[in-house]
């Protein structure tokens, strides 16, 4: 069996793309997953053929400097990890831009076939290491080392994408962008679909919530951070209607935020769950009658990316009320999933109140076509033809 050695730059748990691509890879090959921020459970994510290396990130003045820098060195400790295996690897899968030069490291010494899987476009996130607000001199500080990572990164990327062996990425728009910013050829896409559904259980919202049997259920699930309209989804729930619960599942930087938002906005009709392991993240997401997928344009990749909660709806098959940006506007239009709207409190409202009177069988039975093509399934097919 081939061995492939994974980086991945922060834990795996919460990571269901970097999950799935181990599991699909370790069915004909031998996995060795170099991570950080790791936990005492995640032996339990996985079953033959994969090894875990949680590493041990020093946090110390040299690494504020690289990661607010040459953000691409911060993780060169992969390399004597992965080396200090012995192992001719076949191949270097480095997840994003952070793991990229690591790999190609590993490459000049063993040999060794790396496959860049961009989830993003991690130059264009940049913006989102720092504070949107702050004082005069802090915020020229924070510009001033923006631009700098901003020019050492593309600099970086563009000398390093050519010597990779494959191009994989997440959607049809992040592709375009690389081929043109690079002047590539053949990149791969390998969208973050989940597997087809067999399961039917759900997690009943209303009864664990002593809700009325009559109330509409709108859920978000997902990291609560930038780039998502959080508060402006918080703040559409003044104008739905009384029998209308928004659920948010999940956790992250802005939940605070979010929590004191809704007591000064008085809301009784917003609640807040734990983020729950990836394996049972579908269970809750079929128990409730429409999705939320806002994204906000606060940088390119946010503003081009495929949300996996939007394949993640489909898959339970209950509707989407999402941003109108291009990913959204491609697949949600294809398949008539849902409703597209702008990240203004008083259209999201509109959008909801709309949806909770709306027969929403059509809908179903539109999402139930769009995962014959959107599944992961047919995503990993790429993976197995790259590595084979």
């Given at each position: 069996m081939k061995h492939i050695a994974v980086l991945l730059n922060g834990p795996i748990a919460s990571d269901s793309r970097v999950i799935r691509e181990i599991k699909t890879m370790s069915r004909i090959a031998n996995i060795d997953l170099f991570y950080t921020n790791g936990n005492e459970t995640d032996n339990c994510i996985f079953e033959n053929n994969v090894r875990l290396f949680n590493c041990i990130k020093e946090e110390n003045l040299r690494s504020k400097f690289i990661r607010h820098t040459c953000?691409?060195?911060?993780?060169?400790?992969?390399?004597?990890?992965?080396?200090?295996?012995?192992?001719?690897?076949?191949?270097?899968?480095?997840?994003?831009?952070?793991?990229?030069?690591?790999?190609?490291?590993?490459?000049?010494?063993?040999?060794?076939?790396?496959?860049?899987?961009?989830?993003?476009?991690?130059?264009?996130t940049l913006n989102q290491f720092f504070p949107s607000k702050a004082k005069f001199y802090k915020s020229l500080l924070h510009k001033t080392a923006l631009f700098l990572m901003t020019a050492l990164g593309h600099m970086a990327e563009k000398k390093m994408v050519k010597q990779i062996d494959e191009f994989v990425t997440t959607s049809?728009?992040?592709?375009?962008?690389?081929?043109?910013?690079?002047n590539l050829s053949d990149i791969k896409i390998v969208m973050n679909c989940p597997r087809t559904q067999t399961d039917t259980d759900f997690f009943d919202f209303r009864?664990?919530?002593?809700?009325?049997?009559?109330?509409?259920i709108i859920l978000f699930q997902g990291r609560l951070n930038a780039g998502r309209a959080l508060m402006e989804m918080i703040e559409a729930q003044q104008y739905v209607k009384p029998n209308i619960h928004l659920f948010v599942l999940g956790d992250g930087p802005l939940?605070?935020?979010?929590?004191?938002?809704?007591?000064?906005?008085?809301?009784?009709?917003?609640?807040?769950?734990?983020?729950?392991?990836?394996?049972?993240?579908?269970?809750?997401?079929?128990?409730?009658?429409?999705?939320?997928?806002?994204?906000?344009?606060?940088?390119?990749?946010?503003?081009?990316?495929?949300?996996?909660?939007?394949?993640?709806?489909?898959?339970?098959?209950?509707?989407?009320?999402?941003?109108d940006v291009p990913e959204n506007k491609l697949i949600i239009e294809k398949y008539d999933l849902g409703l597209l709207v702008k990240n203004e409190p008083q259209e999201i409202a509109s959008a909801i109140n709309k949806m909770s009177v709306m027969d929403l069988s059509r809908y179903k039975a539109n999402c139930q076509k769009a995962t014959q093509e959107y599944n992961w399934e047919k995503q990993e097919n790429m993976i197995l033809q790259i590595i084979k």
């Open positions: 953000f691409y060195n911060e993780f060169m400790f992969f390399v004597p990890k992965v080396l200090e295996q012995g192992i001719a690897y076949d191949y270097i899968w480095a997840n994003d831009l952070p793991d990229l030069k690591p790999a190609l490291k590993i490459k000049k010494v063993i040999g060794s076939k790396v496959i860049y899987d961009s989830h993003e476009i991690y130059i264009g049809v728009s992040f592709k375009n962008y690389f081929q043109q910013k690079y009864k664990e919530c002593d809700l009325p049997a009559d109330s509409f939940k605070k935020d979010m929590i004191n938002f809704c007591n000064k906005l008085s809301l009784q009709n917003v609640h807040f769950i734990d983020e729950v392991p990836s394996s049972e993240l579908l269970h809750y997401t079929r128990g409730a009658n429409a999705g939320i997928n806002l994204q906000a344009s606060i940088n390119i990749s946010k503003h081009l990316a495929s949300a996996n909660k939007l394949f993640e709806y489909t898959h339970s098959g209950i509707p989407t009320i999402g941003s």
